[in-house]
């Protein structure tokens, strides 16, 4: 007789990533992992005396099984599950909040390619990231699941009341003609009106859901994806473009001038914006972010704190903290500040609109924008390594590497920063590569700075290939 296959055979341990729940379609991440999976998160809900989740997801064609699925998983470990449908990830969260379940999973593959999905988590008002993950793998591989449950099933439509919630605070008090860029992502779905609603004249693009990805791929934070949005701005004579990731947590900007306004300058004006209401309130951003944010945030009157790259890392920091506002490199912004502290791209662009239209100077926004000091930067830079091996690549050159008089910063990775300019060297927490970034002042400056880091990188792996 074949041996029975036991439900941890069924599960690939790789896909139980630092953030969230992620694998291929068909391979790694079936209806029967997302089953699985439902329980798991099923019966740490019933250890906390919690009984009731919304369950949302994306655009993907894969969304609706492995949607049901997680449900079927949840509902037979005894959860209630209030389905919201075919929404971005942040509409998962604010749900959660509507109907005070505390819980939501997003079924999502967010950036990645279409033939991944994935999952984002949050029980109890706790995004799990790292332990937690870990847990939920070892609870199904050592078969400690809830069964036999019947818990209920609702489907119920929440996105009238978010786009509501927005326009009754949000407001751009001039009328600003914006290109929105959704990516054939799930923002299409509802963005445009957000934007109209606040006030604004929308020019849709690839605004159509569609899981296959016809255009580009929905990912603002490589720039390739945003050319034909900056195309469309000038085409259109549009003020402003702005675009979301394939499940509406993350933002992207660009001028008329066709301009790449990145994260860590926004979060310079949306800093500035909060700390006008709430002065001497904590600034949360990561370590990818440019080192002229702290000047800034401390000139505006905020107290700005570093912290680790990743969604879940930052909201527990805030929570912790009890930040107004974060924002990752990324493109993921948190707004405390009259909204519930959870990432979320649609808010955050209106919030951008709303500082742009509101300028009291009337300036233009490539006029606002210049007020945010910019220096030379690189984009990020990857090499790739094998699995595993990037994370002891890390902590060998925390051992070895010395930069003279730079401050340095070790919470993730190793960020040595100069009055000049800054450079990082990190393990990604969802693929197996170094991550690296640098930022200066001016050109000569940023040289300085990668000659450096090249000497320190190689003397932990002399044939490492630098991308720079």
Not at 194 to 208: A, D
Not at 271 to 287: E, F, K, M, N, W
Not at 378 to 403: Q, V
Not at 418 to 445: K, M, Q, Y
Request: glycine share 12%.
């Amino acid at each position: 007789m074949p041996p029975v296959q036991s439900p941890a055979d069924a599960v690939d341990p790789s896909i139980f990533r630092a953030y969230d729940v992620r694998g291929v379609v068909g391979k790694t991440l079936t209806a029967q992992v997302a089953r699985l999976l439902g329980q798991s998160i099923g019966t740490l809900m019933r250890e906390k005396g919690l009984n009731e989740i919304v369950v949302g997801r994306d655009g993907r064609l894969s969304g609706p099984e492995l949607a049901g699925a997680l449900s079927d998983g949840l509902r037979e470990a005894g959860i209630d599950v209030i389905d919201v449908g075919a929404v971005p990830t942040p509409v998962v969260y604010f749900a959660a909040y509507r109907f005070n379940t505390g819980s939501g999973v997003a079924v999502t593959g967010s950036h990645n390619p279409p033939d991944y999905n994935g999952f984002k988590i949050v029980v109890g008002g706790e995004t799990l990231s790292e332990g937690a993950i870990q847990d939920l793998y070892q609870r199904i591989a050592s078969g400690a699941l809830e069964a036999g449950g019947q818990g209920g099933l609702r489907h119920v439509d929440v996105v009238p009341d978010y786009i509501e919630r927005i326009i009754s605070d949000v407001q751009a008090e001039r009328r600003m003609k914006v290109v929105v860029d959704c990516g054939n992502g799930i923002p299409g779905a509802l963005a445009p009106q957000v934007i109209e609603g606040i006030g604004c004249e929308v020019v849709p693009l690839y605004c159509e859901v569609d899981g296959t990805f016809p255009n580009h791929h929905p990912d603002p934070s490589d720039p390739h994806n945003l050319e034909d949005l900056i195309h469309a701005v000038r085409q259109t004579g549009a003020d402003l473009g702005i675009a979301f990731d394939g499940d509406g947590d993350r933002l992207g900007v660009v001028t008329k001038q066709g301009e790449i306004i990145y994260p860590d300058r926004l979060l310079m004006l949306f800093a500035r914006d909060v700390l006008s209401r709430q002065p001497g309130a904590t600034i949360i951003y990561d370590v990818k972010c440019t080192g002229h944010l702290k000047g800034q945030v401390l000139e505006a009157g905020g107290s700005p704190l570093m912290w680790r790259t990743g969604h879940s890392l930052i909201k527990a920091k805030m929570r912790e903290t009890q930040a107004e506002l974060a924002g990752e490199m990324s493109g993921h912004f948190f707004f405390k500040e009259r909204w519930y502290g959870f990432d979320d791209g649609i808010y955050a662009g209106a919030r951008l609109l709303e500082i742009l239209a509101g300028d009291i100077e009337g300036r233009t926004p490539e006029e606002i924008f210049a007020t945010c000091p910019k220096g030379v930067s690189t984009p990020e830079l990857k090499i790739e390594l094998n699995e595993g091996e990037h994370y002891r690549f890390i902590e060998k050159f925390k051992e070895k590497a010395t930069f003279g008089d730079a401050t340095l910063t070790t919470i993730d990775g190793v960020r040595a920063d100069w009055p000049d300019g800054w450079g990082l060297v990190r393990a990604s927490n969802t693929t197996p590569v170094l991550v690296l970034r640098f930022d200066a002042d001016n050109a000569a400056a940023l040289k300085r700075i990668q000659q450096a880091f090249r000497e320190q990188l190689f003397l932990v792996d002399p044939g490492l290939k630098l991308p720079f």
